[in-house]
């Protein structure tokens, strides 16, 4: 079991507030609940002006990018970064799955969604129980369930096997059907972001396109990006190139979204790895608050 109980969603809320209270024009609310009715929370610091919006923790299994992110947060409330948020204003969904993260992380072991959850991966054997698991706690996989080629998702991930709930690249029974991915593309409507980053694990890599829609700037924001964490820029592969909120963001805005999968090794990657991952994902954020 390469499980961690080191971390777990627990504390995050109260982290959430104080990091929120030192940054300069904190924010932070609720905007939206997962299945099991976790609250699922945003916060804000920076004056007004260009709007960054920052996730993790889409994948269960790489519940990681919450905490890594969470560092971050702190770091820049903490002035860091001179005037880094004098005209930019960040915004912060640091767990998008959080009941998925509560089963891998070892925190939601018994009940019936715990229950349903071991039914739906004793259907799938090859798949590690729980730290094979991606998806939210009902088996959808909550980054394949934007409004961008989810038809293409659908044929890719059916012909796959992936054809039911499962641990991981279900894509639903429709696209926003997940309320985590519908609150998220709610939260992203309103913020309207300049640019938006999604945390994932693993390759020290970085995906940038969705098709052949290269929106203005993504390419050189990307290249600084990559030279920042010594990360590799790279094309969506094929096979997930479909319904992922970065694909949905670059086709609604046609403004720069990334996928970046952070570190090294199988998912779920060990918290012991978090500080040798840390500095790389640390530089790569910070180049995309102070503009690419
Ligand atoms: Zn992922």
């Excluded at 394949?144 to 279900?170: H, M, S, T």
């Excluded at 609604?252 to 996928?259: A, F, H, N, S």
Aim: net charge negative.
């Amino acid at each position: 079991m390469k499980n961690s109980t080191e971390w777990s969603p627990r504390g995050i809320g109260e982290q959430i507030l104080r990091t929120a209270s030192r940054g300069p024009n904190g924010a932070a609310g609720i905007y939206g609940r997962s299945v099991a009715g976790a609250a699922l929370r945003w916060f804000a610091m920076g004056r007004s002006g260009r709007r960054v919006l920052l996730t993790a923790a889409h994948h269960a299994n790489e519940w990681i990018t919450a905490p890594l992110l969470m560092r971050f947060a702190g770091e820049l409330a903490a002035g860091t970064w001179p005037g880094a948020l004098d005209d930019t204003r960040v915004w912060f969904a640091p767990l998008v799955n959080p009941d998925g993260v509560n089963l891998v992380t070892g925190q939601l072991t018994s009940g019936s969604l715990y229950e349903n959850a071991q039914s739906i991966a004793a259907q799938f054997p090859q798949v590690p129980f729980p730290d094979g698991w991606k998806a939210n706690i009902r088996g959808v996989d909550l980054n394949l369930q934007y409004p961008a080629g989810w038809e293409e998702a659908k044929k890719i991930k059916y012909a796959a096997g992936w054809d039911r709930p499962a641990p991981r690249d279900y894509v639903g029974s429709a696209p926003l059907c997940a309320p985590e991915s519908r609150a998220l593309y709610r939260l992203t409507k309103r913020v309207s972001p300049d640019l938006v980053i999604a945390l994932h694990t693993q390759g020290r890599v970085i995906y940038w396109r969705y098709l052949d829609l290269e929106p203005p700037g993504a390419q050189a924001c990307g290249e600084a990006l990559a030279a920042a964490s010594g990360y590799t820029l790279e094309d969506t592969p094929y096979a997930s190139g479909y319904a992922g909120y970065k694909d949905w963001f670059v086709l609604e805005y046609d403004r720069p979204g990334y996928t970046v999968e952070c570190g090294e090794g199988e998912n779920p990657l060990p918290y012991s790895d978090f500080d040798s991952i840390y500095p790389d994902v640390r530089a790569l954020l910070a180049q995309a608050v102070l503009g690419c």
